[in-house]
């Protein structure tokens, strides 16, 4: 089954405008981890947030880490066309020695 | 820019056909990965390795065989290619004591 479902699966936004982006897990973690995906291209890491933090900030980006509901939320912040992408969040999962289980990914559109 | 790479970027090929995918990172890392996504998809771990003759079998089976005889170099091949293996295969790779993958741009393969 899978491990980490983000939601929503599409969102359109204006320039200018915030993104939310969320991903609800099942496991116990190690970290969780966002990674954006441009068209027909490999993967980009942006930030980790490790199972015993609560927020982390980098840039434009504000990531949350709940462990009791299980879930995180990525940020971006006054949003730009170029930001337009798919982001997936992974999940480091106890005992799984650094291998990262992903979620389908959210499709990003940031209309200029 | 991470240095990882992947050739070819696209691979269009008949059926039966023994193909390799070439993996190639100058990072010195010890730890690589296989990953299959179909469009729009997430990401499904295929095989990894955590060092030299080292090699793993990933969460979702995959008739694809992979070697790891040096640090920097991790090939799959496919010994029968078939149209059900069209798909877009990505290599990462991390060192031993990150968290985080490097990916490379990916390959598009296509069987026909």
């Known amino acids: 089954s899978q491990q980490g479902e983000e939601d929503p699966q599409a969102l359109s936004i204006q320039e200018g405008e915030n993104a939310t982006m969320n991903c609800s897990y099942k496991?116990?973690?190690?970290?969780l981890q966002w990674y954006r995906q441009n068209s027909g291209r490999g993967l980009v890491h942006l930030i980790l947030i490790r199972s015993n933090e609560r927020e982390k900030h980098s840039g434009r980006l504000r990531v949350t880490l709940d462990t009791s509901k299980k879930s995180s939320s990525l940020l971006i912040t006054a949003s730009r066309a170029a930001d337009t992408a798919s982001y997936f969040c992974?999940?480091?999962?106890?005992?799984?020695?650094?291998?990262?289980?992903f979620g389908k990914g959210i499709t990003l559109s940031v209309r200029p | 820019e991470a240095d990882i790479y992947q050739t070819p970027r696209y691979l269009v090929i008949g059926t039966g056909k023994k193909i390799t995918l070439e993996c190639s990172q100058t990072m010195g890392h010890d730890k690589m990965y296989w990953y299959q996504q179909d469009p729009g998809m997430e990401l499904h771990l295929i095989h990894y390795s955590y060092g030299v003759n080292s090699t793993e079998k990933g969460d979702l089976s995959s008739e694809s065989t992979v070697s790891r005889i040096r640090t920097e170099h991790f090939p799959l091949t496919l010994e029968s290619a078939r149209p059900s293996h069209t798909s877009q295969y990505l290599c990462?790779?991390?060192?031993?004591?990150?968290?985080?993958?490097?990916f490379g741009p990916g390959t598009r393969l296509l069987v026909l």
């Open positions: 496991t116990s973690i190690n970290n």
């Open positions: 992974a999940t480091d999962e106890s005992g799984a020695n650094s291998k990262l289980t």
């Open positions: 990462a790779s991390s060192d031993a004591y990150q968290e985080t993958q490097y």
